[in-house]
DNA sequence: TCAGGATGTCATCGG
DNA sequence: AACCGATGACATCCT
């Protein structure tokens, strides 16, 4: 009985908002008003306390007096235009996800098969299988289309998987024609498969539509653009049923032994770090025409393109997802171990790792170049990225000495010798380009050695070594490397090219939980709740003038734009609680408390209870009732009975809802006892009270979503400039190499007043200001730089 | 039965 | 002073 109620529930939800997409005035009221309460807060939210109704507003625009706060007219005013908002406010990209999720009501069991569902990014909570679920959604397969999925990483397999995709993805297409078609018995088949699905962990709420993809089917593009959103909206649809569950399309069971992909709604770097699980610990995935996951194996280029341009659209970024700073914590220690190893196995490999960051910009860059972090398992992407390398950078590494100055050696063992060695022959390694500018950037070989002229190939390549602790050291490293004149200007444009990639990527500036994407979306549905006053018969209305509505909004940017996603939190919770799966912190949000639902009776009933003294309500609860008052308290709240018992002669919701100076006017009217007027009272603080709390606990849970997306944010950045720095050590690397050989190939060729070459330990050649390059005894040379070395350090004094 | 989360309620504070 | 919102603390209910 209770399936047939919620697939009657839910398919007039899904048929009322279908009217509303085409404009058909929708009569719930029938549904709403009576038997059907929670089909009540199903569309219209779990309940009017957590909206801030404009409850000023709306008597001032409807003159609230003359309509009844239950009038079915106006219930069926305000749910139509509710619903027409919210259909209106799908065209908007930046519709934050818990506001999407109140089209969970599309949630059809047919959607599971035709997985035609974008999850709701900000549900993403994270969970448990966060780390799954992310990869979930990045892994554009098509499982759901029936075929068996792979078990193995196939980095070459494209092509053979292409042409095996195909069937599946129409099989999935004329799942998804097939819809319409569904009995009740497929329903029901389908939903036992959905459930031990969410039996094994999967959310429902991964299969909700999202605006985008109704935005999609509505804007009909042209041919062309068609057949790419249709192909996206597939792409989409794959990941989301990934991300929900493996299935299996045929018996729709799930396969827990797959790991699922990466969720392109998902932040880059999570992007990225799950790429490089990819790479690092191979899956089986399809990937019929986006390569996003396969491309692992393709160019770091082709591998950001499937992300950004299969999307469409930029994807805000989720929700913070709870688990996956640990996980981003154990990905970034996977990368910098499988780098450090590259890096100790392969100079070149190495050096196209991170020249691809240079060679592309954004998050592409950073995903590209991380993701060949796992080259020490593909050695398609090191060739490939080797390529890649070679034809954008000279190369350098291995054919050339290194060299470095002392402090960048520090760890180098026979470097560090070296350089004493050289400092011991009475002249200054330093001091060679003391005078010049390059000093310190620029260091010249230990010249001053007659035999190490040529030494340096021999030592081993202290890079490597470096880079180990600069893994080690982040923040002493990028220090130096900006002591060793890497400037400030160069560091920021660097910084802004990389920062371009934050338009996909996660940016806590435009954040679904940050107050400017809140405020865009929310604000439309704050607007919404204004102007569609929800009555909730049990009273819990908020109300407020517009000006309430406004003095919260610079608040709302205070605290994260708590107001809209309360609302669309709060009505998540009552709309499916299977959505909430995905969704830890909402777990266990549907809970069935009685005190918002709607009073199913009139207060002319006057049902003569014994007056409850408020600490024994559970006893009045359990205390023998007529099946009848039974059901009706079960369905009013506990002011709501006492109300009815104390024979208060309006209603809850106008207790609490009317401004101070209307409700005494109330209270004026009606002669009412000194028990009565304590209730009434009581009941408006109790009230108040009670949707202040409501909006105090959805205060802290933003608050917190916030300082998590913070957080991810900064580890985000912490891993972007981590690169960074690699980028501008190896630079730095090779400029050193550059300026050693023209200065060996200088001095080499330079001849005294006899024709004889000058020796390296006496001489060297000095860079003055204007350019030249003059050769200078050692000795003089010690005494410039030592200088100018001690008037740099006075003045730093 | 217990734990944990959601929610309601009270007391209190500050605007 | 009254009103109201915010919030900590506690109780209750539910899963």
């Known amino acids: 009985m209770l399936y047939l109620k919620k697939y009657f529930t839910e398919g007039l939800i899904q ?7 085409i404009g058909v005035r929708v009569d719930l009221d029938t549904y709403l008003s009576n038997q059907l309460p929670p089909l009540r807060e199903i569309i219209l939210g779990p309940s009017s306390a957590y909206t801030q109704t404009q409850f000023h507003n709306l008597r001032n625009t409807l003159d609230g007096y003359g309509i009844h706060p239950k009038s079915v007219d106006l219930d069926q005013f305000f749910t139509t235009r509710r619903l027409l908002n919210q259909v209106r406010q799908l065209d908007r990209l930046s519709v934050p996800s818990p506001e999407l999720s109140t089209w969970l009501v599309h949630r059809d069991p047919e959607t599971v098969v035709s997985a035609a569902s974008q999850s709701s990014p900000s549900i993403t909570l994270d969970n448990g299988a966060g780390l799954e679920d992310v990869n979930n959604s990045e892994t554009p397969t098509m499982r759901g289309g029936g075929g068996a999925p792979e078990s193995t990483y196939n980095p070459s397999g494209e092509d053979s998987n292409l042409g095996a995709v195909a069937p599946e993805d129409s099989q999935e297409q004329r799942n998804r024609d097939g819809n319409d078609d569904l009995t009740k018995e497929d329903i029901d088949l389908i939903d036992i498969l959905w459930r031990q699905d969410i039996d094994l962990g999967a959310g429902r709420e991964v299969f909700n539509y999202s605006s985008r993809q109704k935005e ?75 390569p996003a996951p396969v491309v692992t194996a393709e160019l770091a280029v082709a591998n950001e393109e499937a992300p950004s341009t299969s999307l469409g659209l930029p994807l805000t970024p989720l929700l913070p997802q709870l688990d996956l700073e640990q996980q981003w914590q154990d990905i970034m220690a996977i990368m910098e171990l499988q780098e450090m190893e590259v890096n100790n196995t392969s100079e070149n490999s190495f050096l196209s790792t991170t020249s691809n960051s240079t060679n592309t910009s954004g998050s592409t860059s950073e995903s590209g170049s991380v993701g060949s972090f796992g080259l020490t398992n593909s050695s398609t992407l090191i060739h490939q990225d080797v390529s890649l ?39 200054n390694v330093n001091s060679t380009f003391g005078a010049t500018n390059l000093t310190g950037l620029f260091l010249p070989p230990p010249l001053n050695s007659t035999n190490n002229i040529t030494c340096t190939p021999v030592l081993p390549d202290p890079f490597s070594t470096m880079l180990e602790e600069s893994m080690l050291d982040e923040i002493s490293l990028l220090d130096l490397a900006m002591e060793e004149g890497f400037n400030q200007a160069q560091a920021s444009q660097l910084e802004d090219e990389l920062d371009s990639d934050s338009g996909l990527s996660l940016d806590s500036s435009h954040s679904p939980v940050s107050p400017s994407s809140s405020e865009t979306s929310c604000s439309s549905a704050a607007s919404s709740s204004s102007t569609s006053a929800t009555f909730s018969e049990e009273g819990a209305v908020g109300y407020s003038t517009d000006s309430e509505s406004a003095a919260v909004e610079p608040e709302e940017g205070a605290v994260g734009g708590y107001q809209p996603e309360f609302n669309k939190l709060c009505r998540m919770s009552y709309q499916d609680p299977s959505q909430l799966h995905g969704l830890p912190q909402l777990d266990n949000i549907n809970h069935n408390h009685t005190y918002n639902l709607p009073l199913s009776s009139s207060f002319d009933e006057h049902l003569e209870l014994p007056i409850p003294t408020g600490k024994n309500m559970v006893r009045e609860k359990q205390s023998k009732l007529k099946p009848q008052q039974d059901f009706l308290d079960k369905q009013s709240s506990r002011d709501e009975r006492r109300a009815r018992a104390m024979k208060i002669p309006f209603s809850n919701e106008k207790i609490i809802n009317l401004p101070v100076e209307e409700f005494n006017e109330l209270l004026s009217k009606h002669h009412l006892s000194e028990a009565q007027l304590a209730l009434v009272r009581d009941i408006r603080r109790r009230g108040k009270n009670k949707m202040a709390a409501q909006n105090c606990r959805k205060r802290k849970l933003d608050t917190i979503i916030n300082l998590e997306q913070g957080v991810h944010d900064l580890r985000r950045d912490k891993a972007r400039l981590l690169k960074e720095k690699m980028e501008f050590i190896r630079s730095i690397r090779q400029m050193k190499q550059k300026v050693q050989s023209l200065y060996q190939e200088v001095f080499t060729q ?5 024709g004889q070459p000058y020796p390296p330990s006496e001489y060297s050649l000095q860079y003055s200001a204007d350019g ?26």
């Open 15 to 21: 048929f009322t908002i279908l009217l509303s997409l």
């Open 772 to 797: 030249s390059v003059l050769i200078m005894p050692r000795t003089m040379t010690d005494q410039q730089t030592r200088k100018p070395e001690k008037k740099q350090k006075d003045k730093k004094k």
């Open 750 to 754: 330079l001849r005294d007043e006899e």
């Open 389 to 427: 390398h070679q034809a954008s950078l000279p190369s350098c590494s291995q054919d050339f000495p290194t060299l470095f100055n002392p402090e960048m050696d520090a760890t180098s063992t026979p470097r560090t010798t070296l350089l004493r060695m050289s400092s011991s022959n009475s002249s």
């Open 216 to 290: 999609s089917e509505a804007e009909k593009p042209s041919p062309e653009e068609e057949e790419r959103a249709e192909a996206q909206e597939r792409w989409r649809n794959g990941v989301n049923l990934q991300e929900a569950q493996p299935v299996d399309g045929e018996t729709g069971e799930s396969i827990p032994e797959q790991i699922p992909g990466l969720g392109s709604q998902t932040s880059p770097s999570l992007q990225e770090c799950l790429r490089l699980l990819e790479a690092t610990f191979p899956f089986g995935e399809e990937s019929p025409e986006f």
